[in-house]
């Protein structure tokens, strides 16, 4: 049903586009274009300004012929990246889609779902495909804490249930599981001395740290719980002892009474160590987001299945450990969920996509759009 030679164009033409957090106003102009040429009304909002992005989500709406007949939901992608190391040069071989410079990210992650989205909505206006209304959230910064989605009224949103396409590997994963995050961050504040000449007289934080770093355990804690110290920075020469050391962790998991017990454990930790080595502790706990579960009997699940069934394709549901803007939108009473797009190895100078993937994604958000639940 799609046209196959404009869907790749437009993949090739955002890929272009450069757009990593905070600098999406190229593509959100893009975009925007394109949406209004296929008849929508759009919507920019401001939210950029809260934290130093140069444009705004995007918010427009496909308007149904006949309301009464289907309800209304949402369909959602962002249009950031993480930091490119040059230009993407799209190219094909084999089937495959890869950066022709292989420094650089090549950008699917999400850029694959936004030309897959615009696609399927040229098809649906072509055709004259029966719809509900068909609200289209394209979200900025969501690379750097979903910055975005945070800040966007979904007020304006007037749909219950949704569908986010950022999930890695092949169409026809439904993940209806995503964990809570806290992220940690402590400063253990010891004392400056000369190292050489009167250690003693110093109070090491980069001992502390390391000691309470030691006592806590990080990776896989269980089948639903990570946690990870991902940066470290302290001191300032060799031969002085190190005053600041700072330290950022963060927790993740699926059950918040997990998440609480371990982020608890973390900090009692940190204080006995800067305790025992005489150095004192700031800290700070930040709930990132919350997790959310989403039964199989509700709607965006039922939906996303027989439309990835019609597709010869059995669907699979399972959880992940990752974040995306369907955590912030379900803490918001908006149910989705979110679904694979085709994109591997994303946030790397290998990331590719499958022709035929992006392909089956254009018609899977198709198949969404026109089914049916009684």
């Not at 401001?46 to 130093?52: I, L, M, P, T």
């Not at 204080?271 to 990132?288: L, N, Q, T």
């Not at 912030?328 to 969920?337: A, R, T």
Request: glycine fraction near 8%; include cysteine; charge should be positive.
């Amino acid at each position: 049903m799609i046209n196959k030679k404009r869907l790749l164009g437009t993949f090739f033409e955002v890929l272009k586009i450069k757009s990593p957090s905070k600098n999406e106003k190229e593509i959100v102009d893009y975009v925007r274009w394109k949406l209004e040429n296929l008849g929508l009304k759009v919507q920019i909002d401001n939210c950029g300004k809260n934290f130093g992005s140069n444009s705004g989500n995007i918010i427009a709406v496909c308007k149904s012929k006949n309301p009464s007949e289907s309800m209304p939901i949402f369909l959602g992608a962002h249009l950031d990246t993480v930091k490119l190391n040059g230009d993407v040069i799209p190219v094909v071989k084999d089937g495959i889609i890869t950066n022709k410079n292989k420094d650089c990210i090549l950008g699917g992650d999400d850029k694959v779902a936004v030309a897959a989205i615009l696609e399927a909505l040229n098809i649906i206006r072509e055709e004259d495909i029966s719809i509900g209304s068909i609200y289209v959230i394209f979200t900025i910064s969501e690379e750097i804490g979903l910055l975005g989605a945070k800040h966007l009224d979904l007020n304006l949103v007037k749909a219950d249930y949704g569908f986010v396409f950022d999930g890695d590997g092949d169409i026809g994963t439904i993940i209806n599981k995503a964990p809570y995050q806290n992220s940690i961050d402590a400063q253990f504040i010891g004392k400056a001395a000369h190292a050489g000449v009167e250690p003693e007289k110093g109070i090491n934080s980069i001992k502390a740290a390391s000691i309470a770093i030691s006592n806590i355990n990080v990776g896989r804690i269980d089948s639903e719980t990570t946690c990870n110290v991902g940066k470290i920075n302290g001191g300032v020469a060799k031969n002085i002892v190190p005053e600041n050391t700072n330290v950022e962790a963060e927790v993740r998991s699926i059950r918040l009474e997990k998440l609480n017990k371990i982020t608890d454990f973390i900090i009692n930790n940190f204080k006995k160590a800067a305790d025992k080595y005489g150095a004192k502790i700031k800290y700070k706990v930040d709930r990132e987001y919350d997790g959310f579960e989403i039964s199989e009997n509700e709607i965006p699940v039922k939906i996303a299945k027989l439309a990835i069934k019609k597709l010869d394709i059995s669907p699979k549901i399972k959880s992940t450990g990752g974040g995306s803007d369907i955590n912030i939108f379900n803490s918001k009473g908006k149910i989705s969920v979110n679904l694979s797009s085709g994109m591997e190895r994303v946030h790397t100078s290998n990331e590719y996509v499958k022709v035929e993937q992006i392909e089956k994604l254009a018609n899977l958000i198709i198949e969404i759009c026109r089914t049916k639940i009684n």
